[in-house]
């Protein structure tokens, strides 16, 4: 609405995220494990496409640096990026503070100044509030389109026909998966997003799609 628009973009990436999106165990994301971290890298490199293909701005890969990351992992994981052509950063700002994040913030004023910046948005605010859902399930998740249940059809209507079907979409998603199961890790094809119903934010200024079983309600604990 203020029509900023970024220069660059920092994907930030551990490598205890990474071993998770391929498969291993929460207690056991501490130990090596090379096959899971290379099987995880799909999920980084979808986010990465996201940024430079969907909406044009470039971007660099900060893999931030822990103390249980081994020194085959953060090469892996760099030769992978690398490999496939995803500009990648090794970040050490947890243990060397701001000594740590000079590569890294040399390399963002070097995007921001050469990298080729066609910023666009994933959908176009006039288009229908089903079309935009799609359009982000589609390009930015990489699904097949979207199941949208009766409630959500017939308040998608409802909103269209009071004149709210020109807001960005806000979606209820869970972030542990590119789809809306949290079980399904890594960079998962062949699925759909499904949206339950759909409500309106009228003084934020968007529509909240709500998908799968996600809660709106913010930080809960386990108990």
Not at 8 to 34: F, H, P, S, W
Not at 144 to 157: R, S, T, Y
Request: aromatic share 6%.
């Amino acid at each position: 609405m203020a029509g900023l628009k970024p220069d660059a973009v920092v994907i930030v990436a551990t490598i205890r995220a990474l071993k998770y999106n391929g498969g291993v165990e929460k207690k056991d994301l501490n130990q090596e494990n090379l096959e899971a971290l290379k099987a995880g890298v799909p999920n980084l490199l979808k986010h990465v496409e996201n940024i430079t293909d969907v909406f044009k701005v470039p971007a660099v890969v900060a893999v931030n640096q822990f103390p249980a990351d081994t020194q085959a992992e953060l090469e892996l994981v760099q030769e992978e990026c690398r490999r496939l052509g995803v500009n990648v950063v090794l970040s050490e700002v947890w243990a060397k503070g701001g000594e740590g994040g000079k590569a890294l913030a040399t390399e963002v004023i070097r995007l921001i100044e050469e990298g080729e910046n066609n910023f666009r948005f994933a959908y176009d605010l006039d288009m229908g509030i089903a079309e935009k859902i799609e359009a982000i399930a589609k390009k930015v998740y990489g699904a097949d389109g979207v199941d949208f249940a009766a409630p959500a059809i017939k308040e998608i209507k409802n909103l269209e026909s009071l004149g709210y079907g020109n807001v960005p979409i806000c979606m209820a998603k869970t972030q542990y998966s590119l789809t809306d199961d949290p079980k399904v890790l890594g960079r998962p094809k062949g699925f759909k997003i499904s949206v339950r119903n759909v409500k309106i934010s009228a003084g934020a200024g968007f529509i909240v799609a709500l998908t799968g079983e996600i809660m709106t309600m913010p930080g809960l604990p386990k108990r």
